[in-house]
């Protein structure tokens, strides 16, 4: 069984809809949980980062961590086609060496 | 722009050659990590390297190394390679790289794609 797991889509919505990204973990001793995104042809860039459980918000995005299940979210509203791109959840324990969700592919239709 | 700058942007070679990638880490970050990136695998983590010091090891394979210069820029030496190397090879660098009960985010830099013919 794989530390991380994370549905690798594609996943087509209208622009306008609501999406949410998930990715289950069997590691009780993550605590760190991010959010990146990444476009065709480019790093990884930072898009959340939540410590520990609960619900982060930054503009359109929200990150929800739920450690008791060991599932974590990522929701975006209103979606863009701008929002086009792949999106990989990282998990950490605390070092600096994170997990990588092998991505979820997400194409926004205008 | 993530300040992380990486070369060659594109390498193709043969198997059993051996190649150097570069990483130029941010202004300021002490840390860089390498990953790898392929298409079933995800992005795995290689290495990491502290102010020249190797900090933590992942995935990586004993044909594969690495270093960090004084000057923080580092190098990812891939030798002997086989068709299956051939994957998108990421740097990441960070402020610090201390394990402890801390956030630090990694930023990475655009690639190095890698073709093994």
């Known amino acids: 069984q794989k530390e991380v797991e994370q549905d690798p889509g594609p996943l087509s919505v209208p622009e306008g809809a609501i999406v949410s990204l998930n990715c289950t973990y069997s590691n009780s001793a993550f605590q760190y949980f991010m959010w990146y995104r990444q476009y065709s042809r480019k790093g990884p860039e930072l898009l959340m980062y939540t410590y520990s459980s609960g619900n982060k918000e930054d503009g359109r995005f929200t990150a929800q961590v739920d450690k008791s299940s060991k599932y974590i979210s990522l929701f975006i509203r209103d979606s863009q086609p701008s929002d086009s791109a792949t999106y990989l959840c990282?998990?950490?324990?605390?070092?600096?060496?994170?997990?990588f969700g092998t991505g979820t592919r997400l194409k926004v239709l205008a | 722009d993530s300040g992380v700058t990486q070369t060659p942007k594109h390498l193709i070679t043969a198997t059993g050659q051996r190649v150097t990638l570069r990483c130029s880490p941010r202004s300021g970050d002490l840390s860089v990590y390498w990953y790898q990136q392929s298409l079933d695998q995800g992005l795995q983590f290689l290495i990491q390297y502290y102010n020249g010091e190797e900090r933590a090891k992942g995935n990586i394979l004993e044909r594969f190394s690495a270093q960090q210069f004084p000057d923080l820029h580092s190098e990812l030496n891939l030798s002997s390679l086989e068709l299956g190397d051939s994957a998108l090879y990421f740097c990441?660098?960070?402020?610090?790289?201390?394990?402890?009960?801390?956030?630090?985010?990694?930023?990475f830099g655009p690639g190095t794609r890698l073709t093994v013919l």
């Open positions: 990282a998990l950490g324990t605390g070092t600096y060496k994170y997990i």
């Open positions: 990441a660098s960070s402020v610090t790289g201390l394990a402890g009960r801390s956030y630090n985010e990694q930023f």
